[in-house]
């Protein structure tokens, strides 16, 4: 097996007949922390629900571990270790934090049954202390850092081998950003695999090894997270800073 | 009014209100995993209560409610997997014509199959004229079936619903369907799961009410309008307020034949669902905030 977790070769993808992905084609290896940078609109949601299998892909293939995925369901996705972050977090909020949890391991308990699921409970509430503090809790009634956690913890609780991440900043207060970008760093220091979507250039670059650019549908720029960050045109296009010759 | 009287209208309504109640949960449970009212829900009571005063002959009556709740179940699981499974991304006005063509399709079926004739099963004990005294109130026994059976139901559906990973799954795909998703949850298998457990809890409902309202092909019919007025008169997908409100019709309707004639009384149950849909859709117990977001 190749080192490629994630591959994805010639994707064209979007909803009904308009076309967001074009000839998308791009991999993440095990082990990495791989950021797709871009604007609003540019279609990195799109990919990442593509990958997971809430869009169908329109052309290309998609595989996760060597294997095909380009048209299996969500829950095999999910089942065969990769886990999806969603924007906007998408908590269950009538529900309580541990119920949210658990529900992430729906898979796990399937798979290894309810002691696996116990154990990886109490290893999120390692990872994430506050959620243990308010594991009766509802999770509407979360702050939105709060819940960024949780839909961390409760992606996962299926054990993912890859985690992506949509954009895991927005609308949190820089503190809170700066914690959530530990954990991911701290993720993978722990052998997971991230690929994190973000329209918070900088930062997203900072952790990451390597980075893709996407514009309107398009990968324009790819390479090493450093060569990115130094990148005139990445520089004035996402990184908000003019270089002055 | 005498306090007999009062006494004896109000177990009525609470009867009543008991059945309404149940039905409109069956509602709230597939309108939660759908987001779409099912309007043959009234039939599934009709088909429990035909369903079991068929199986009667040959088994005894415990067996044939059982096996009638079970095949109801069965009957709601194919319609949903026949007629609703299969479809990309159904509009909400798409479904709930197939729904209302499916509540045609089984009262027709069951005309074909049990005639127009009207039928009951027999009272679970004693006789039509069997009644025990409650202080100054003659109650028929029927009714504490009635209101025990549908008070056991909302209990355990509420356990079910709490404390169960498969409940739990359920109102995970009720909160967040996408989000379900991406935790693996097999959302289609949920809907199923909902149109069998709406279809079981309104088998049950029609059979212990058979002895009382009688059954025929058409009863579901102003069942599924009485359910319907619950359902929203409480505020859609909530099943607690459901039971309120429930009561609440079931009484009004027993009480208003002392103001009105007894033929008027579904029309009561009418004006308040004008009522409640002009000046409050989303419920007496509902938040507009919430309506708000809800396509339906």
């Not at chain 1, 048209?71 to 541990?98: D, Y």
């Not at chain 1, 790819?222 to 270089?243: C, F, H, I, M, W």
Request: proline share 3%; with cysteine.
């Amino acid at each position: 097996m190749t080192d490629r977790m994630l591959r994805i070769r010639n994707l064209d993808a979007g909803y009904g007949k308009l076309r967001v992905l074009k000839n998308i084609s791009l991999h993440v290896k095990s082990g990495e922390i791989v950021a797709m940078i871009g604007a609003n609109g540019a279609g990195k949601s799109t990919l990442l629900h593509t990958i997971i299998g809430l869009i169908r892909p329109m052309s290309g293939e998609i595989s996760f571990l060597g294997q095909a995925c380009d048209r299996a369901a969500v829950g095999r996705i999910v089942a065969s270790g990769c886990a999806l972050v969603p924007e906007g977090r998408q908590v269950f909020a009538s529900m309580s934090v541990e119920e949210n949890l658990l529900l992430g391991g729906y898979v796990l308990q399937k798979e290894k049954g309810r002691a696996a699921v116990q154990e990886e409970l109490a290893r999120q509430y390692l990872l994430f202390p506050r959620l243990k503090e308010r594991r009766r809790q509802l999770a509407g009634t979360l702050s939105g850092g709060e819940q960024q956690m949780l839909a961390m913890a409760r992606a996962l609780m299926s054990r993912p081998k890859l985690v992506m991440m949509d954009e895991p900043s927005t609308g949190l207060a820089p503190l809170i950003i700066r914690d959530i970008f530990k954990i991911i760093r701290q993720l993978r220091e722990e052998g997971n695999t991230v690929l994190l979507v973000e329209q918070n250039a900088r930062a997203a670059l900072t952790i990451a090894d390597r980075g893709y650019v996407l514009e309107v549908g398009k990968i324009i720029v790819q390479g090493p997270a450093t060569d990115l960050l130094a990148n005139s045109d990445v520089q004035r296009a996402y990184l908000g800073r003019e270089k002055i010759e | 009014m005498t306090l007999e009287l009062f006494f004896q209208y109000l177990f009525a309504g609470i009867t009543y209100g008991s059945l309404y109640a149940i039905v409109a949960i069956g509602f709230n449970i597939i309108y939660n995993t759908t987001g779409i009212i099912n309007f043959a829900q009234g039939e599934f009571v009709m088909l429990g209560g035909m369903i079991s005063i068929s199986l009667l002959q040959f088994m005894p009556l415990g067996a044939a409610i059982a096996v009638a709740v079970l095949i109801t179940m069965l009957i709601g699981a194919a319609i949903e997997m026949l007629f609703i499974r299969w479809l990309v991304h159904p509009s909400v006005l798409r479904l709930v014509i197939i729904t209302i063509g499916i509540s045609i399709l089984l009262r027709e079926s069951a005309l074909h199959i049990w005639g127009e004739s009207i039928r009951s099963l027999p009272y679970f004990y004693g006789n039509e004229i069997t009644t025990f005294s409650l202080g100054s109130v003659n109650i028929s026994p029927q009714v504490i079936w009635v209101i025990l059976a549908c008070a056991v139901m909302m209990v355990g559906l509420n356990i079910f619903f709490r404390s169960t990973p498969i409940g739990r799954e359920m109102r995970a795909c009720a909160a967040n369907r996408t989000a379900a998703l991406l935790c693996g949850v097999n959302t289609r298998n949920m809907v199923t799961l909902s149109f069998m457990l709406s279809a079981g809890i309104g088998a049950l409902a029609g059979c212990v009410m058979s002895p009382i309202t009688y059954t025929q092909y058409d009863s579901g019919a102003s069942l599924a309008i009485k359910g319907f007025t619950v359902a929203i008169l409480g505020g859609l997908g909530n099943s607690m307020a459901a039971v309120a409100a429930g009561l609440l019709l079931g009484i009004i309707e027993a009480f208003s034949v002392t103001v009105v004639p007894l033929a008027f009384q579904d029309a009561v149950t009418i004006t308040i669902l004008l009522i409640i849909l002009f000046v409050r859709p989303h419920g007496i117990f509902g938040s507009s905030e919430a309506a708000r977001l809800k396509d339906f």
